[in-house]
């Protein structure tokens, strides 16, 4: 069970301890309308425990950063590789449509602007050869891109590598097919492997 163990201002620290020892700590930083924007996960070993008492200096193992307008999941850094992965979401905010692995979204923001980002993120049309032009601007980054049939599912999956798996629904929403396009022709594939949109909620 987790407990405050402070507030700091618009600031709360979450703490879980057994047996005298912190299992997990992490903390959540708020905006002025009181929503998250960013929780900062403690970094804990298992060979050197730590107490409530030296749990002064927090030192990190991840920062989750977030939408606070749709509540959704922004970018995520992680301290040990000093690796920042970007999320970008459209469809009324309800679905990701790009996974963006070492680049922040402030640089992304400086390629396509923030007024477009916000407009993409409030589109149920987004235009995704905005997005996949980031590959080519971004050569360091690997990218993943999702388009989506909104209350149905995805449509499209598109790996750091360009290659697109598609799908498509019967009249009840289920999977019907899972195909690709090889030199203009559809080739049906076998597997049943789809990325769903809760995987980037709120943490």
């Known amino acids: 069970m987790y407990r405050v ?24 930083k ?25 749990l002064n200096d927090w030192d990190l193992v991840e920062t989750y950063k977030y939408y606070p307008n749709i509540n959704k999941l922004k970018e995520v850094r992680n301290h040990k ?6 999320y970008l979401w459209s469809y009324g905010g309800q679905y990701p449509i790009a996974e963006i692995l070492n680049e922040s979204l402030e640089t992304i923001e400086d390629i396509i602007g923030r007024d477009t980002l916000r407009a993409l993120q409030n589109s149920y049309a987004p235009n995704m050869s905005m997005i996949d032009a980031l590959r080519s601007q971004l050569p360091h980054a690997q990218i993943i891109t999702m388009t ?18 598609y799908y498509e629904y019967d009249d009840f929403g ?14 049906i594939l076998k597997c049943d492997v789809v990325i769903y949109p809760y995987m980037y909620q709120l943490l």
Do not use: F, H
């Open 30 to 54: 708020y905006d002025s309308l009181g929503r998250v924007i960013e929780k900062q996960v403690a970094l804990l070993s298992s060979t050197s425990p730590r107490t409530m008492a030296t």
């Open 81 to 86: 590789d000093n690796i920042t992965t970007t």
């Open 148 to 165: 989506y049939m909104p209350i149905v599912g995805m449509t499209s999956y598109t790996d750091a590598k360009g290659y697109t798996q």
């Open 174 to 187: 289920q999977v019907k097919e899972i195909y690709e396009w090889v030199n203009g022709n559809k080739n």
């Open 5 to 28: 163990l402070s507030i700091l201002g618009i600031n709360q620290q979450y703490v879980a301890t057994k047996r005298g020892y912190v299992t997990d700590a992490y903390i959540l």
